[in-house]
């Protein structure tokens, strides 16, 4: 018995010990895991060991009402700030409109467009609380973001003017000017009377009027129609005209590959965000036009063939450019972790037929009742982005985010005008930015 104490003391003083080593290690191991990213890798990739909200596990969520205001009803059109959630919007461009206030037969759609929050799906692990303060120290310590797109990035730019405000600063100016064509780049800069200023630490020869925290390009086809014309004749050689006379901004993508990885103080842009579909229908690309085909969208198959080659050539040119610009930095083919940047491509989004009818959002998905312009093949522009971007090693930098499914399940959260642009503060441009945010700056580390 007498042996079996002392031995019995020994065992627990032996745990005792081992616990406290135990202990003293995984401090040890807490800290040096978080003092250094790099050290995250010494033990396992971190995309296994680390909590993580893929785009899907994100998507597969529902809307959950949440009053932001005690108001029930709009009266004045500034008020819808206060419905949305926001100080104010940076932006000057088309203010009450991106804020779906420009209508007054519609001001009671509010509360409730703007009173719903997205509740990720039961899988999504670890997603990082939406903090304007932390979106704009990563924009500035970690780099900027350059907005790729047409009408609907715009919508999510003018979001992230009102998300960020008073902190940022847009130009330009439409109220001094309202006149500037869309093909006029908007910026916004940190704001220098932002409390947020003196605890950021502001990268080497970043300048606080010049260099922006993020810029929309609007860039409707990716490629320039040249660029376009090239890829056509190389599937068709055929001499006809491909394009119709259709109003449309676009850029040969070197030109903004060029904006993309421009230097210090013009520039330091981490991550490009694209995303195309809208403006490739039939009736911009009537060269592919075909009235027999009255059903299946008038030739619109031609049109997604066209779109498949044309992002095939796209994605090559990207990526080609960014290896390039990481061996210049001596960075090995691949290696994701130095000074690379990445690009984000965002699933595309149709409207919602009939949209101004509906006063709250969708559980499910519902299906296309007379298929409005592309609307019911956009999902086809979006799986030809899936397909390319997972051939595996082929496009490191570049990642398809398909987390359109927020946005699908809501019918009530458009501008007033139409049934694709999407309104600011409905939550919908606003879990962009936050989605994307996480993304770039959590499951790409
Ligand atoms: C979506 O979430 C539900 C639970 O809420 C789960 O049963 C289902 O498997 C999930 N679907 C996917 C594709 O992850
Ligand atoms: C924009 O211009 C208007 C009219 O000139 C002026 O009142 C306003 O202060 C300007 N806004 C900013 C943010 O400078
Ligand atoms: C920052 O940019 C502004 C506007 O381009 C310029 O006037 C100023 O001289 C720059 N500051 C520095 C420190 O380079
Ligand atoms: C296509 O035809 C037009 C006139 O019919 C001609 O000017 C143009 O050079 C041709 N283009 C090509 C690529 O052959």
């Known amino acids: 018995m007498a042996i079996l104490n002392v031995a019995d003391i020994n065992a627990r003083r032996l745990s005792a010990k081992v616990i406290g080593i135990a202990t003293v290690f995984t401090i040890l191991l807490v800290l040096y895991t978080f003092s250094s990213p ?84 039961q899988e999504c692990a670890g997603l990082r609380v939406l903090d304007p303060a932390n979106v704009v120290r ?21 979001s992230l003017s009102c998300l960020l405000y008073p902190h940022v600063i847009a130009t330009p100016n439409y109220t001094a000017n309202p006149y500037f064509d869309r093909a006029w780049p908007q910026h916004l800069y940190l704001n220098p009377a932002s409390p947020l200023v003196p605890r950021l630490s502001l990268p080497y020869g970043f300048n606080i009027t010049s260099t922006p925290l993020v810029t929309f390009r609007r860039i409707d086809l990716l490629l320039s129609q040249e660029e376009i014309i090239t890829v056509h004749a190389k599937m068709n050689p055929s001499n006809s005209s491909l394009f119709s006379d259709e109003a449309v901004w676009t850029l040969p993508v070197t030109e903004y590959l060029d904006v993309f990885t421009a230097p210090l103080p013009t520039a330091n842009y981490a991550t490009m965000v694209v995303s195309t579909a809208g403006h490739w229908t039939a009736t911009l690309f009537s060269g592919l036009r075909d009235e027999s085909e009255k059903d299946e969208g008038y030739g619109i198959r031609g049109v997604i063939a066209l779109f498949n080659e044309a992002m095939t050539h796209w994605a090559n040119e990207v990526q080609e450019r960014l290896w390039k610009e990481a061996r210049g930095l001596g960075v090995a083919k691949g290696d994701r972790t130095k000074g690379n940047r990445q690009v984000v491509v965002r699933a ?16 499910e998905v519902q299906p296309f009742v007379w298929n409005w312009y592309n609307w019911g093949n956009i999902w086809e522009y979006n799986q030809v982005f899936e397909r390319l971007l997972s051939a595996r090693g082929k496009f490191p930098n570049i990642h398809y985010l398909d987390i359109y499914r927020p946005a699908r399940l809501r019918p009530d959260a458009h501008t007033t ?29």
Not at 144 to 150: H, K, M, R, T
Not at 348 to 363: A, Q, T, V
Not at 417 to 443: P, Q, R, S
């Open 348 to 363: 595309y989004l149709p409207g919602h037929e009939d949209c101004h009818s509906y006063r709250e959002p969708w559980k």
């Open 38 to 121: 790099s050290a995250l890798s010494f033990f396992s990739s971190p995309r296994y060991s680390q909590p993580t909200c893929s785009p899907k596990a994100y998507s597969n969520g529902s809307w959950a009402f949440r009053l932001r205001t005690e108001a029930t009803a709009l009266s004045n059109k500034d008020d819808v700030l206060a419905f949305a959630g926001f100080e104010g919007c940076a932006s000057s461009r088309e203010y009450y409109w991106h804020l779906a206030a420009d209508n007054e037969e519609q001001y009671d759609r509010f509360p409730g467009a703007t009173s719903y929050e997205w509740i990720p799906g």
């Open 417 to 445: 005008g139409d049934c694709l642009h999407i309104m600011t503060g409905a939550g919908v441009l606003e879990g962009w930015t936050h989605y994307i945010w996480h993304y770039i700056t959590k499951e790409l580390k």
């Open 138 to 158: 990563d924009l500035v310590e970690e780099g900027g973001w350059l907005l790729v797109g047409d009408s609907v990035t715009e919508n999510h730019f003018f």
